[in-house]
């Protein structure tokens, strides 16, 4: 039988060596966890979902394509695309920020998708 001692420097030595994106990942889907939210790799297409994570990226997209704004929004789970039609811009919403989000997952492509997801601004820990 392993000793306390002997489990806390197994995960000392876990945390140390586990590749940072991996480990932000993991702390990101504990945190959603732990907030009640749905992970992005359990949903489908046409769920209602409540959601918490990050951007990953965020662009406007030429008037063209329908003058609108995108978002990549990542759990540490699954990634899904954040789309705000006829938007340029959205004060807060910025690569890095955490963002806890509400709409309906759709399809575009082999992409899920939400269209105007209600957000709200969280503080970054």
């Known amino acids: 039988m392993a000793s306390p001692a002997t489990g806390y420097f197994r995960r000392l030595g876990k945390k140390l060596t586990e590749d940072i994106d991996q480990r932000d990942a993991r702390e990101m889907a504990e945190t959603a966890d732990a907030s009640g939210a749905q992970r992005a790799s359990e949903c489908c297409r046409g769920?209602?979902?409540t959601?918490?994570?990050r951007l990953?990226?965020?662009?406007?997209?030429?008037?063209?394509a329908g003058a609108g704004m995108e978002a990549e929004f990542?759990?540490?789970?699954?990634?899904i695309?954040?789309?705000w039609i006829g938007r340029r811009r959205i004060p807060?919403?910025?690569?890095?920020?955490?963002?806890?989000?509400?709409?309906?997952?759709?399809?575009r492509g082999s992409d899920k998708v939400i269209y105007n997801p209600y957000y709200e601004l969280q503080e970054n820990s």
């Not at 990953?56 to 063209?64: D, F, G, H, L, T």
């Not at 990542?74 to 990634?79: A, E, K, L, P, S």
Request: charged share 30%; hydrophobic share 30%.
């Open 92 to 107: 807060g919403i910025e690569p890095g920020k955490t963002v806890k989000v509400r709409g309906r997952v759709g399809e």
């Open 47 to 49: 769920d209602e979902v």
């Open 51 to 53: 959601m918490l994570g």
């Open 56 to 64: 990953r990226s965020v662009e406007a997209c030429p008037k063209a």
């Open 74 to 79: 990542f759990d540490g789970t699954d990634t």
């Open 81 to 83: 695309t954040l789309v």
